[in-house]
């Protein structure tokens, strides 16, 4: 699939289906979705680009690499995507973070309506990661894309632990340009667009409301 990396990993793939069991409470959750976004976050860095530096080790002069140019920020979709910010900033500790909250009325055509916004004033001299647990009906995803995109933003990726070929078709629809990185596609949407098999209703799994 165009545009989109999956993280095969195999310690991904463990930690997703220990996700996925329903008997899995809200400490471990949040434990796994935390070191799976490390993998995540790290795929989706991968291209950041390197500049040549000499350093001083102990013993001599090396030729290494720093990564140079622009720097990173994390925009997390709230709710579900505030479980993936720790585990991305333990990578790239120096990333700035924004926050977006969209209210998705599925009573209404399923729109996006964007309650919180709250971005770093440089970014759109960043690499934006958007994050949420998972790309669904895509509305969220395409919503905060938009909205990084009016604040100037242009190297824009979406990171996401668990997505489905109709998050992916309504992300790409809309925004091409934007790489998806995620843990694994699952099959489809049921009628109340909910993943399928996938982990339920992320948010209240992660923070243990119903
Ligand atoms: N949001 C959820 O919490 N779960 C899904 O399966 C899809 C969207």
């Not at 329903?22 to 976050?41: H, P």
């Not at 009573?107 to 709250?118: I, Q, V």
Request: hydrophobic content about 40%; proline content about 4%.
């Amino acid at each position: 699939m165009e545009n989109v990396h999956v993280c095969d990993h195999p310690l991904v793939q463990h930690k997703i289906s220990l996700l996925r069991d329903k008997n899995t409470g809200s400490k471990e959750f949040r434990e796994l979705v935390n070191e799976i976004s490390m993998f995540i976050c790290y795929e989706a860095t991968r291209d950041l680009p390197l500049k040549e530096v000499k350093i001083d080790t102990p013993l001599a002069l090396a030729d290494s690499k720093i990564i140079s140019g622009r720097k990173v920020a994390f925009v997390p979709i709230m709710r579900a995507g505030l479980g993936m910010v720790d585990g991305a900033l333990a990578l790239v500790p120096a990333a700035k973070v924004g926050h977006v909250g969209i209210y998705r009325d599925k009573a209404n055509g399923n729109t996006a309506t964007e309650y919180y916004c709250k971005l770093p004033s440089d970014i759109k001299n960043r690499e934006v990661i958007i994050m949420d647990l998972m790309l669904a009906t895509g509305v969220s995803a395409v919503k905060t894309v938009d909205i990084v995109k009016n604040a100037g933003a242009k190297n824009i990726k979406f990171m996401c632990v668990l997505t489905c070929p109709e998050g992916i078709k309504a992300l790409h629809d809309a925004h091409p340009d934007v790489e998806i990185v995620c843990g694994t596609i699952d099959s489809s949407l049921n009628e109340d667009l909910y993943i399928i098999p996938g982990i339920g209703d992320g948010g209240d799994r992660l923070f243990g409301t119903k």
